[in-house]
């Protein structure tokens, strides 16, 4: 069976899926809207966005195909790089380099995984470790510094946007990054729903079954890593769309441990747990440094141990608990 061919089937529940995302995007816009939100809390709710669709995207690998990667900053950096170059050297604007920059990801994500994926779990976990250490220092190369700009970065102009949008560029962008990140949640909705999923979920459950069926392993698995690491070059692209500016030290090896925290925080088998995920590991920290200067550490320590025991399905695990547990006890009662 020819796996790289294989269609991607639309998931039934995909017309619903999408009326409720754009009512819940909606409505949160209308709010923040009424409440007037200033440029810190659009901050943090960007952010969140951001590193929500960079977990999303180690989820498809984590969670459904059941590999390890401690190497998505790299992902990160080269979505970052490839808006910031296009956008700086160029002149493309950022609505066709963000898309660009994820594509470039899903090339690069797909290249690494064809021979990374052959590895044992161990060596692949080491291979993507090495990858998350090499590229920063990569992008301080001198042969490479007039792209990348080396040590120094690259700075970009703020986004213009048109119309009543044009003096609240913030707003904008927060909308722009919700907008994507709804597209990514229903895009990685849609592709699990699939007979593509599927053959994903017979890889990861019974591997040898399906190897005997024809059914090509590592080409599944390839794809995957390649989608996995489009959906965190999205992020980040949007990254730079936010801050307007990159440089090597803002992808260190930390980056890729806090987004494998949120995957497993979150959930690593849950599309919406990745927002929760990456809610924990940018509000936790403000709110330890806000408590403790000293020790801030020990308090994101502890609030994560506290995840681990109390919900070792992660957040949206115990969440989706709690609300079977809830309509059953109504269902019983009535």
């Not at 900053?73 to 080269?78: E, P």
């Not at 994820?102 to 021979?115: E, I, R, S, T």
């Not at 890729?256 to 927002?275: E, I, M, P």
Request: net charge positive; aromatic share 12%; hydrophobic share 55%.
């Amino acid at each position: 069976m020819n796996t790289l061919n294989t269609p991607f089937v639309a998931c039934p529940a995909a017309s619903t899926a999408w009326l409720r995302g754009a009512a819940t995007a909606a409505g949160l816009a209308l709010m923040a809207w009424s409440f007037g939100w200033q440029s810190y809390p659009l901050y943090v709710m960007t952010q969140v966005l951001i590193y929500g669709i960079a977990i999303m995207g180690l989820n498809l690998l984590t969670g459904y195909t059941g590999q390890i990667s401690l190497g998505h900053s790299a992902f990160f950096a080269i979505g970052a790089y490839a808006t910031a170059v296009l956008s700086h050297h160029l002149g493309w604007p950022l609505y066709v380099g963000v898309p660009t920059a994820a594509g470039l990801c899903f090339v690069a994500g797909f290249l690494f995984g064809f021979p990374a994926l052959r590895l044992p779990m161990l060596y692949l976990a080491l291979s993507t470790f090495a990858v998350a250490v090499v590229t920063p220092q990569a992008l301080k190369w001198k042969r490479i510094e007039w792209l990348t700009g080396g040590v120094q970065g690259i700075i970009l102009d703020k986004p213009a946007f048109p119309g009543m949008l044009a003096d609240r560029a913030d707003w904008a962008i927060m909308i722009s990054v919700a907008a994507c990140a709804l597209c990514a949640f229903l895009l990685a909705r849609r592709i699990l729903g699939s007979q593509f999923g599927r053959l994903v979920d017979a890889s990861r459950d019974q591997p040898l079954a399906a190897a005997a069926g024809g059914l090509n392993i590592t080409a599944i698995r390839t794809q995957m890593f390649g989608l996995s690491a489009a959906f965190t070059g999205l992020a980040g692209a949007l990254s730079v769309v936010v801050g307007q500016f990159v440089s090597p030290e803002s992808f260190p090896f930390l980056l890729s441990v806090s987004l494998l925290v949120g995957s497993f925080v979150g959930g690593v088998r849950s599309l919406w747990g990745a927002f929760l995920g990456a809610a924990f590991i940018v509000l936790t920290p403000n709110m330890a440094e806000s408590l403790s200067k000293s020790a801030p550490w020990l308090i994101f320590g502890s609030a994560l141990l506290a995840v681990v025991f109390l919900a070792p399905n992660g957040l949206s695990g115990l969440i989706t608990g709690l609300w079977r547990n809830r309509a059953n006890s109504s269902s019983n009662q009535s």
